[in-house]
Protein backbone atom coordinates (compact mmCIF):
# COMPACT_ATOMS: atom_id res chain seq x y z
CA UNK A 1 0.00 0.00 0.00
CA UNK A 2 3.19 2.95 0.59
CA UNK A 3 4.29 2.00 -2.52
CA UNK A 4 1.20 2.72 -4.41
CA UNK A 5 0.95 6.21 -2.52
CA UNK A 6 4.56 6.72 -3.03
CA UNK A 7 4.08 6.30 -6.52
CA UNK A 8 0.89 8.43 -6.81
CA UNK A 9 2.60 11.18 -5.18
CA UNK A 10 5.89 11.01 -7.60
CA UNK A 11 3.36 10.24 -10.73
CA UNK A 12 1.31 13.82 -9.53
CA UNK A 13 3.91 15.65 -9.06
CA UNK A 14 5.74 14.55 -12.18
CA UNK A 15 2.36 15.54 -13.77
CA UNK A 16 2.40 18.63 -12.27
CA UNK A 17 6.05 20.01 -13.12
CA UNK A 18 5.07 18.29 -17.08
CA UNK A 19 1.93 20.84 -16.83
CA UNK A 20 3.69 23.40 -15.68
CA UNK A 21 6.16 23.47 -17.93
CA UNK A 22 3.87 23.78 -20.95
CA UNK A 23 2.04 26.39 -19.63
CA UNK A 24 5.43 28.52 -19.54
CA UNK A 25 5.42 27.67 -23.20
CA UNK A 26 1.72 27.89 -24.15
CA UNK A 27 0.64 30.96 -22.14
CA UNK A 28 0.73 34.21 -24.10
CA UNK A 29 2.50 36.89 -21.31
CA UNK A 30 4.80 37.19 -18.36
CA UNK A 31 1.74 37.06 -15.85
CA UNK A 32 0.18 33.79 -17.36
CA UNK A 33 3.11 32.06 -17.15
CA UNK A 34 4.12 33.48 -13.80
CA UNK A 35 0.80 31.48 -12.47
CA UNK A 36 1.54 28.09 -14.64
CA UNK A 37 5.51 28.21 -13.32
CA UNK A 38 4.26 28.94 -9.70
CA UNK A 39 0.97 26.89 -8.61
CA UNK A 40 2.17 23.82 -10.67
CA UNK A 41 5.80 23.94 -10.27
CA UNK A 42 4.75 24.44 -6.40
CA UNK A 43 2.48 21.19 -5.90
CA UNK A 44 4.85 19.12 -8.29
CA UNK A 45 8.12 19.72 -6.29
CA UNK A 46 5.81 19.57 -3.21
CA UNK A 47 4.65 16.26 -3.94
CA UNK A 48 8.21 15.01 -5.53
CA UNK A 49 9.87 15.33 -2.24
CA UNK A 50 6.92 14.22 0.01
CA UNK A 51 7.01 11.04 -2.21
CA UNK A 52 10.79 10.76 -1.46
CA UNK A 53 10.26 11.33 2.03
CA UNK A 54 8.07 9.06 2.86
CA UNK A 55 10.15 6.29 0.51
CA UNK A 56 12.95 6.72 3.25
CA UNK A 57 10.74 6.37 6.11
CA UNK A 58 8.91 3.53 5.37
CA UNK A 59 11.96 1.64 3.17
CA UNK A 60 14.43 2.79 5.30
CA UNK A 61 13.09 3.96 8.70
CA UNK A 62 14.77 7.58 7.87
CA UNK A 63 13.29 10.79 8.99
CA UNK A 64 14.39 13.55 6.54
CA UNK A 65 14.34 17.15 8.07
CA UNK A 66 15.98 18.20 4.98
CA UNK A 67 12.70 16.99 2.91
CA UNK A 68 10.41 19.01 4.92
CA UNK A 69 12.31 21.71 5.10
CA UNK A 70 12.55 21.59 1.82
CA UNK A 71 8.72 21.33 0.99
CA UNK A 72 8.06 24.51 3.62
CA UNK A 73 10.34 26.24 1.49
CA UNK A 74 9.18 26.14 -1.78
CA UNK A 75 5.32 26.60 -0.55
CA UNK A 76 6.39 29.67 0.79
CA UNK A 77 8.85 30.77 -1.22
CA UNK A 78 7.45 30.51 -4.65
CA UNK A 79 4.04 32.56 -4.49
CA UNK A 80 5.81 34.85 -2.92
CA UNK A 81 8.41 35.40 -5.42
CA UNK A 82 6.08 35.44 -8.37
CA UNK A 83 4.08 37.82 -7.06
CA UNK A 84 7.21 39.99 -6.43
CA UNK A 85 8.65 39.64 -9.84
CA UNK A 86 5.03 40.57 -11.48
CA UNK A 87 4.42 43.31 -9.66
CA UNK A 88 8.09 44.35 -10.72
CA UNK A 89 6.51 43.74 -14.28
CA UNK A 90 3.90 45.77 -13.79
CA UNK A 91 5.49 48.85 -12.42
CA UNK A 92 8.24 48.79 -15.43
CA UNK A 93 5.24 48.75 -17.94
CA UNK A 94 5.03 45.20 -19.60
CA UNK A 95 1.75 45.19 -21.33
CA UNK A 96 -0.98 42.33 -20.40
CA UNK A 97 -2.04 39.94 -22.89
CA UNK A 98 -4.48 42.14 -25.57
CA UNK A 99 -7.49 39.92 -24.55
CA UNK A 100 -6.82 40.01 -21.23
CA UNK A 101 -10.05 41.88 -19.15
CA UNK A 102 -9.07 44.14 -16.71
CA UNK A 103 -5.98 44.85 -14.65
CA UNK A 104 -6.86 45.51 -11.43
CA UNK A 105 -3.98 46.54 -9.57
CA UNK A 106 -3.55 49.89 -12.47
CA UNK A 107 -7.15 50.54 -11.48
CA UNK A 108 -6.29 50.38 -7.45
CA UNK A 109 -2.65 52.30 -7.85
CA UNK A 110 -4.83 55.19 -9.75
CA UNK A 111 -7.46 54.60 -6.95
CA UNK A 112 -4.45 55.08 -4.21
CA UNK A 113 -3.00 57.82 -6.22
CA UNK A 114 -6.43 60.01 -6.25
CA UNK A 115 -6.27 59.59 -2.10
CA UNK A 116 -3.30 61.31 -2.12
Known amino acids: MTKIIISLLLLCGTFFVISGSIGILRFPDIYT ?9 TLGVAGVLLG ?11 ISGKLILGIIFI ?5 VSAHMISRAAHQTGVKLWEHSVRDELARDQEEHKAKI
Not at 33 to 41: N, P, V
Not at 75 to 79: D, H, N, S, V, Y
Request: hydrophobic residues 60%; aromatic residues 16%; glycine residues 4%.
Open 33 to 41: RLHAATKAA
Open 52 to 62: AFLFLYFENGI
Open 75 to 79: LITAP
